[in-house]
């Protein structure tokens, strides 16, 4: 479940809550395997796309109790294996199965993602006849060659690299803190019992004080500093640290966020996005969602779609987490942070109509 709030305190005044799901904790999925006995397994993300971290050993004990492989999508986390002062990552923390996109933090092309897999809650043959069902059959040698690339440098160079990048992403993350209107997130994530741990290569920075969103924070440095950040959503820009960067990579990255700050007062103030409490984001399930997927759908004006099961998955991009998935209930007030989203210029690419004037719902029989 999302766990908002906590965030840094405002020079006397209140901490202004963070708006940001962490990973859920052992107790969490204690209680949600307790309430659905017959799940299959447990997914968990982690790293999340802001850094924060699960206790994935205590989720994984948690698991195996009640028999269910844990299945880690650890898309953010090639370079965990690799120093011992990052994370874990899910093999060491004795997950099931961790999927990890080395394209994201390590080196390798777009589409190298692999998988791992250790005991036996996952056949490795039913897990082979998956994939070859999902994949191509035109495997790319240069995913290859990337990888193993990759994989060589890290065996070979990996703690020396990681260890001039954690350096690098503390100097950059205390540069970033002396900057007016800038509050990187730190480790008051983890002090706090927010998250089991985080990743110091992730740089996330809340851009509010500013007056402006992490999107438009995005789109002007973008335009006006030709650097393209990682991530941005309403409250917050993210940037990562890799093994390639270097000093001339870190001063482009603090000429932007130096260059954002003094530009900041000159960017359009936009109608701002109404963010709702965390359990707001908590539908109800009326389906599942391949029942809703495959239904008779009919599209409805946004006015009327409060109370309808929907029939398509809505994801404001970014950072492109779904809201509503088929299958859960539409209320009026996920509408209405949607659509003040989409006011404010948030993308929702999925979506049917992704002005969201209309709603693709599933038809109900009159
Ligand atoms: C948490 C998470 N999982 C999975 C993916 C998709 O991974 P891939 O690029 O390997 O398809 C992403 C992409 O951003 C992600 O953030």
Redesign the pocket.
């Known amino acids: 479940p999302p766990r908002g709030g906590g965030g840094a305190r405002a020079p006397g005044g209140c901490p202004p809550p963070r708006h940001l799901a962490h990973p859920p904790e052992p107790d969490d999925v204690r209680r949600a395997l307790r309430e659905h006995p017959d799940a299959k397994g447990m997914l968990l ?1 982690t790293p ?2 802001w850094g924060t971290c699960a206790d994935i050993a205590g989720v994984a004990r948690v698991c195996h109790e009640y028999d269910v492989p844990l299945i880690v ?1 650890e ?2 986390g090639a370079h965990l294996p690799f120093h011992p002062a990052l994370p874990p990552w899910g093999m060491d923390a004795e997950a099931d199965l961790v999927v990890t ?1 080395v ?2 933090m390590g080196g390798a092309i777009e ?1 190298s ?1 692999v998988f791992h897999l250790q005991y036996d809650r996952v056949s490795p043959e039913v897990l082979a006849q998956r994939e070859d069902l999902l994949g191509t059959t035109s495997a790319s040698s240069l995913v290859y060659a990337t990888l193993d690339g990759w994989r060589r440098q890290m065996v070979e160079q990996g703690h020396d690299l990681l260890d001039a990048a954690l350096r690098r992403a503390e100097r950059i993350r205390a540069a970033a803190a002396d900057m007016p209107g800038l509050r990187p997130m730190g480790r008051e994530v983890v002090d706090a019992g927010l998250a089991a741990s985080f990743d110091p290569l992730k740089i996330v920075i809340d851009v509010r004080e500013l007056g402006v969103s992490g999107m438009q924070a995005t789109e002007w440095v973008r335009d006006h500093c030709h650097v393209d950040l990682g991530g941005s959503d309403t409250c917050r820009i993210s940037a990562s640290v890799t093994h390639a960067d270097d000093d001339h990579t870190e001063e482009v990255l603090l000429g932007a966020l130096r260059a954002l700050v003094e530009g900041a007062g000159s960017i359009e103030r936009r109608p701002s996005v109404r963010l709702p409490e965390p359990p707001v984001l908590e539908l109800e399930q009326a389906m599942s969602p391949r029942a809703a997927f495959f239904a008779e759908v009919e599209h409805v004006p946004a006015e009327r779609a409060a109370g309808r099961v929907c029939a398509e998955t809505i994801s404001p991009y970014p950072p ?1 987490v779904p809201v509503i998935a088929p299958g859960e209930v539409i209320t009026d007030e996920v509408l209405d942070y949607l659509r003040s989203g989409a006011e404010h210029g948030v993308l929702i690419p999925d979506a049917a109509d992704s002005s969201l004037r209309t709603l693709r719902v599933v038809r109900t029989v009159s």
Do not use: E, M, P
């Open positions: 993300i999340t796309d999508d898309a953010w996109s394209h994201k589409q993602s492109g």
